[in-house]
């Protein structure tokens, strides 16, 4: 069983931080890419950023220079900076981790997700 856990959300007024949490969990053999998402009303889920178990980063182009994204492998737990908030990041954000788990002995790999979390950016 494995679980991801998000932490971080919140209100924040324009030009504000804010850092998300997620850490991983369970019986996890390997971790690959971990990434986050976010959903605003009305809108398609879009990838934000993602970072692969090498440490190559991708990031949405609306967010470069004010989003980064980081991973400490030790702790299976990836990292969302956000600086310079604006209120069209406002959203519920979700991370997003490619992992390896050994069930009965096979190993088998899947994208797991995590519970979301509120970031609303507003005056």
């Known amino acids: 069983q494995v679980q991801l856990v998000e932490s971080g959300g919140g209100l924040v007024q324009p030009g504000g931080s804010l850092r998300l949490s997620c850490a991983a969990s369970?019986?996890?053999?390997?971790?690959?890419?971990m990434g986050w998402y976010r959903q605003a009303p009305g809108k398609q889920r879009e990838l934000v950023a993602s970072i692969t178990s090498s440490g190559s980063r991708n990031i949405l182009d609306s967010v470069k220079g004010r989003f980064t994204i980081s991973r400490d492998n030790a702790k299976n737990t990836v990292y969302l900076e956000m600086n310079s908030l604006k209120p069209e990041d406002t959203a519920v954000y979700y991370c997003?981790?490619?992992?390896?788990?050994?069930?009965?002995?096979?190993?088998?790999?899947?994208?797991?997700w995590g519970q979301g979390t509120q970031v609303t950016v507003s005056s």
């Open positions: 369970g019986n996890i053999f390997s971790i690959y890419t």
């Open positions: 997003n981790v490619d992992l390896l788990t050994v069930q009965r002995g096979a190993r088998l790999r899947e994208g797991y």
